[in-house]
């Protein structure tokens, strides 16, 4: 089968590989329909990261059951069947595995790319689509899985103010769920103009561009001058962290969903972190529970505005070039009609 191969050094290029067959009675084969690229895709060279692995590129699929395994079959999947998933394999037997706190596990990893015909995954990788959601808007119930599951961890307050640093698609989500949570005030920095008008038409209270002098002050007006209850950093700009610190309000939150250089260190003065009574978290993929409550609250979100370009997966080499340039919240690849 082609599928796109990120090399040891950066390379994307797309080969002939052999397609996956099922080798376990816990496997699906499925056919990919629908695969996505983001910022995460672009970082190929950071031996420490996640996502920067050589092999097939891509994190996030939708796609159809051609195959599967007795157990796969037990469960109540079937050949035909329209799904999606994380590419996050979990133990399911550690300690937190088994309190069904899979973001916890210690010994996940991820299984082969998405950006191929067919991949192979265990069913309790999967999470079934109805026949009424586009495989476009299934393929993104991963990452808007991360970002709920942050949102669920800040406990977020009818009336609260947030500021979300970073109008990128993560930030542009949480956006979407502190509107819904019902927050007074949402507020988004963002260095690019086009995810200011974004973030403003998905329902922001204020787009500030970062690259201002003034923008600081600017969040301070906004938060009338005590600071936001919830503070959350969405992107890797590592000068947003003192910033999130000096503009969270006593007994707030300061949320960080990304992370950094492995050698990368941050420091908050320690007599202003007691004397504010801080809470700095940081919330890491999803629960199993996480994914299938997600899949059921995806309707209410607004996501066709988040895919800002679409291509076939013949121009995919072209589709990472836009995204390099651009850095769209996601760029789609269609792989089957």
């Excluded at 990120?6 to 056919?31: D, H, T």
């Amino acid at each position: 089968m082609q599928a796109l191969w990120r090399y040891e050094n950066g390379v994307l290029s797309f080969r002939e590989v052999a397609a996956p067959e099922i080798q376990r009675p816990e496997e699906v084969k499925i056919k990919v329909m629908y695969s996505t690229i983001g910022i995460q895709d672009l970082r190929m060279n950071r031996a420490w990261d996640f996502y920067a692995k050589p092999g097939i590129a891509g994190y996030e699929m939708a796609g159809i059951i051609v195959e599967l395994g007795d157990k796969a079959k037990a469960e109540g999947y079937y050949a035909g069947q329209r799904v999606t998933g994380t590419i996050a394999k979990f133990c399911g037997s550690c300690t937190y595995c088994l309190k069904e706190e899979e973001n916890n596990c210690l010994q996940i990893y991820s299984k082969s790319g998405t950006i191929c015909e067919y991949v192979v995954w265990d069913y309790n990788q999967l999470v079934p689509l109805t026949s009424e959601t586009p495989f476009r808007i299934g393929c993104l119930l991963e990452p808007v899985a991360v970002v709920y599951m942050a949102f669920q961890k800040m406990k977020l307050l009818p009336g609260d103010n947030i500021c979300i640093f970073g109008g990128d698609f993560n930030g542009l989500l949480m956006l979407q769920f502190a509107k819904m949570a019902g927050a007074d005030i949402i507020t988004v920095v963002e260095p690019k103009e086009r995810n200011r008008f974004l973030a403003l038409s998905l329902g922001a209270t204020y787009a500030v561009n970062p690259a201002d002098d003034t923008y600081e002050t600017e969040l301070m007006k906004q938060s009338a001058f005590i600071g936001f209850q919830s503070v959350v950093i969405t992107s890797s700009n590592t000068e947003w962290f003192q910033t999130a610190t000096n503009t969270v309000a006593r007994g707030g939150t300061v949320m960080i969903t990304v992370y950094y250089d492995q050698g990368k260190d941050f420091s908050i003065n320690s007599l202003k972190f007691f004397a504010m009574n801080l809470n700095i978290t940081s919330s890491f993929l999803y629960s199993r529970k996480t994914l299938l409550e997600t899949r059921d609250i995806m309707s209410a979100l607004q996501l066709e505005e988040l895919i800002g370009k679409e291509y076939p997966v013949k121009d995919a080499l072209i589709a990472f070039e836009a995204e390099q340039i651009h850095r769209y919240p996601r760029i789609g690849l269609v792989l089957g009609t």
